[in-house]
């Protein structure tokens, strides 16, 4: 384990991981069958989540990315998200699915789903790797999550504190008395 003085311990084990995300692909591509969605990974924590999720699905997708913040490199949600990066593709009259790494207030995925409400898609629905619901400030609401957490401070898997600790392949508790 990198860095595992910052990790007080582990929550989500790769094959845990690996599992879940398999059955939240199965279930996916058993519920858009015969369409091509487009899976929309939101930047950068997802990125992980999203290549394993694609490679466990049994349908043609298409990718993209947005990028939309509202920590700015601390622990806790500003309030204020900042789009980054938009979309490439064309998302009118498409199946979209929102990836995303973690809801926990719900700030930017509610942010997210109010731009793309004036885009005239055919569906729009929300997946995430990790569902936070006990710190929920905006309510919104989550087609699939892979795992319901705890209200604790997470990196690894792609899910970084100030831009660290993204490539642990565990889903780890921060200890967040390192933090200087």
Known sequence: MQNNHQVKKVLITEEQLATRIKELADQIS???AGKNP???GVLKG???FLADLVRAMDLDVEVDFIAASSYCGGTQSTGHVILT???TANCQDRHVLLVEDIVDTGITISHLKKIFANRKMASCEIVTLLDKP???EVDVEVKYAAFTIPNEFIIGYGLDFDEKLRGLREICVM???TIK
Request: charged letters at 40%.
């Open 175 to 177: 200890d967040t008395s």
């Open 85 to 87: 990066k938009d979309l």
């Open 134 to 136: 006990a710190r929920r």
């Open 46 to 48: 997802s990125w992980i």
């Open 30 to 32: 058993k519920d858009y």
């Open 38 to 40: 487009l899976l929309v």
